[in-house]
């Protein structure tokens, strides 16, 4: 799900927040066409929170030590195993959904382009309208996906897991993986059964905090 600039959000460890902005971190990121949210809780406005927009926040539960505390918790052996097996289904998965992945960050970024052109300053209708004739000449969508594509192919011929969490938006993805059949649950129960972990105030709750702010920047 996307959200705009003004929605309000619940976050396990935060409770509601509102999306400030939507902003690249580093001039690598804005190359790289990686937005994030920057999100304050309503409670504390001084705390920023930084959210990658493009992949779904889902993907955090498939995050290595996240499994991990999880199948301890569950006294679920061979977790090296498992691991393995969700990194090769997560993978699959990117493969079997290359062209419908590559097509969906080929339009982002023709988006940001146009967003680009048609936001530059301008004083008069004339110079707004000058501003927009170029926009069929730079905005190249084959290009575009070539690009992506060939991005996205990388990430599986070096089975980059982590890179590929980070990449891939579809909800499909963490049931794919049969993570939560493993532990005997449907995946809507495996995503509350980690958020009852993060709200249980022990050291779970706090190993679990320290990964996700490993993930996800937050600023103080």
């Not at 509350?192 to 779970?204: F, M, P, Q």
Request: glycine content about 2%.
């Amino acid at each position: 799900m996307k959200y705009e600039i003004g929605d309000l959000v619940s976050k396990p460890v935060t409770g509601i927040c509102k999306i400030d902005n939507i902003l690249y971190l580093n001039p690598q990121d804005e190359k790289n066409n990686k937005l994030y949210y920057l999100m304050k809780p309503v409670e504390d406005e001084k705390e920023k929170i930084y959210v990658p927009l493009v992949a779904e926040i889902e993907n955090l539960f498939l995050i290595p030590k996240v499994i991990e505390l999880v199948a301890k918790k569950q006294n679920i052996e061979n977790v090296d195993d498992l691991l393995e097996q969700t990194k090769a289904k997560t993978i699959e998965f990117l493969q079997e959904h290359l062209e419908e992945q590559s097509l969906l960050f080929a339009k982002k970024r023709c988006q940001n382009t146009i967003n680009n052109i048609c936001n530059q300053p301008t004083s008069t209708i004339e110079e707004y309208k000058a501003s927009l004739d170029g926009v069929v000449d730079i905005v190249n969508p084959q290009e575009e996906y070539n690009k992506v594509r060939e991005e996205l192919q990388k990430i599986i011929d070096d089975k980059d897991y982590l890179a590929a969490l980070k990449v891939i938006n579809n909800k499909g993805l963490l049931p794919s993986t049969n993570l939560p059949n493993v532990f005997g649950w449907k995946k809507q129960y495996y995503i509350e059964y980690v958020i009852r972990l993060l709200e249980s105030k022990d050291s779970a709750s706090e190993e679990l905090c320290d990964i996700f702010r490993e993930y996800v920047p937050v600023e103080i």
